[in-house]
């Protein structure tokens, strides 16, 4: 159950007694992400010959991506700059390399702490999904999307968490009638050492839908105050303890959007049937190809599918090289909702907006992850659960 980081040959030779029987060594730290994930890990022990730097690098990233992965960090000399750094970066203990009786002594402590932290891969035992809403357009249905995606998941029973990274005009909070007491601003003192208690206290939660809701700052003059660092750590952490962390995206590409998208799984690009729309999310998916994001992992959703403006459904897809995935029909029910703080697919199922978001939810957003789609059971289950 433990991963062994060492560059140098021989290093079973010397660690192996130590460490027990299920060791795996791996020369870079590139393996090792794999081997917690799928091997089912719970301690690394980084070998003396890895430089310091890169091992606080993997320390802190595994932190908040797998908090019940123990690290132990092997150097040939205890010095106290070291120790300080280690024990910062999330290190859990620096053992002398040549006291054998020491990492034998450290290993246990591990797999103790491990095991009442929950599975390598965070509390829920897998990872959770990312989904993105964007366009590079306002006004073109991202917020309505993302808080009716967010809030069908979550009513069939996954946890699901919403976070608004609109930072500067960010309107889920209003959209869901939330009090505005805490926002994302209330994370920044925790940068660098964000963890899943200060999450907890800053999130909302949306009572009829069961909803967890992290709110952009109130103020837009705070917006670059939010450091695109926070940001990444934020989904990172987000995703070990939630099934789905939805966002909701300006419609521009700060560097927080550009940090979110190399973590997001899915996402889902709106548009309308207008020019400027399609103009420019044709402009942003040329960006995220040059980013690297997976084709695959996009889709295609056109909201007021159904007005006649002149422009079709084929023109949207040949300029965008690619199938639309769902067509949201115009409706009146979508301002009203948002203007009483209701959620259309939680509130009002037979709402045609509604009927078209959840069967997208149901059968293409979860699918994309393996995961079953809602079952009327688990819904109504959990309105009851949450009504008592
Ligand atoms: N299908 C629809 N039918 C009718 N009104 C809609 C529809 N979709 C969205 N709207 C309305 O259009 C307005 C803009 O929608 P929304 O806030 O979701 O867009 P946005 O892309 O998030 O905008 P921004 O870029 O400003 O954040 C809202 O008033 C919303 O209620
Ligand atoms: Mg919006």
Redesign the pocket.
């Known amino acids: 159950m433990t991963v062994l980081w060492e560059p140098m040959q021989g290093a079973i030779d010397t660690f192996g007694m130590a460490l027990g029987d299920d060791v795996t060594v791996v020369a870079h730290a590139s393996s090792i992400d794999r081997e917690v994930g799928t091997g089912g890990h719970r301690l690394v022990v980084i070998g003396p010959e890895v430089p310091a730097r890169n091992a606080y690098e993997l320390a802190e990233q595994l932190r908040v991506d797998r908090p019940a992965v123990g690290v132990v960090l092997l150097r040939h000399r205890l010095e106290v700059a070291v120790l300080t750094q280690a024990l910062r970066s999330g290190v859990r203990e620096v053992v002398q390399a040549d006291d054998h009786a020491a990492l034998v002594e450290a290993v246990q402590r591990n797999e103790a702490l491990s095991a009442r932290l929950g599975s390598p891969n965070g509390e829920a035992g897998t990872a959770g999904h990312v989904v993105t809403v964007f366009?590079a357009k306002?006004?073109?249905?991202?917020?309505?999307v993302a808080v009716n995606t967010a809030a069908h998941l979550a009513a069939g029973g996954a946890k699901t968490l919403l976070v608004d990274l609109?930072l500067m005009?960010g309107?889920v909070g209003i959209c869901l009638q939330l009090p505005p007491t805490t926002s994302i601003m209330d994370l920044v003192a925790m940068t660098g050492h964000l963890d899943a208690q200060g999450l907890a206290s800053v999130v909302e939660q949306h009572e009829s839908t069961g909803l967890d809701v992290l709110v952009a700052p109130h103020d837009p003059a705070d917006a670059e105050r939010v450091p695109a660092e926070l940001v990444t750590e934020l989904i990172r952490l987000a995703r070990t303890s939630y099934d789905y962390v939805v966002l909701d995206m300006p419609?521009s590409m700060p560097e927080h959007v550009l940090g979110a998208f190399d973590l997001s799984d899915l996402l889902v690009l709106?548009s309308t049937l207008d020019i400027p729309a399609v103009k420019n999310l044709r402009l942003a998916t040329t960006t995220l190809d040059a980013l690297g994001a997976p084709q695959q992992n996009r889709l295609l959703v056109l909201?007021?599918a159904d007005l006649k403006v002149g422009l079709s459904v084929k023109d949207v897809e040949a300029a965008l090289q690619q199938p639309v995935s769902l067509r949201?029909?115009?409706?009146?029910s979508?301002?009203a909702a948002?203007n009483r703080g209701v959620v259309l697919t939680v509130d009002e199922p037979k709402d045609a907006?509604a009927v078209a978001l959840r069967d997208f939810v149901d059968h293409t957003v979860r699918p994309h992850f393996g995961d079953e789609p809602t079952r009327a059971s688990s819904h109504r289950s959990h309105r009851l659960r949450r009504n008592k």
């Open positions: 366009s306002g006004g073109v249905g991202k917020t309505t609109d005009f309107d419609p709106v909201n007021r949201l029909p115009n409706a009146m979508v301002p948002s907006f």
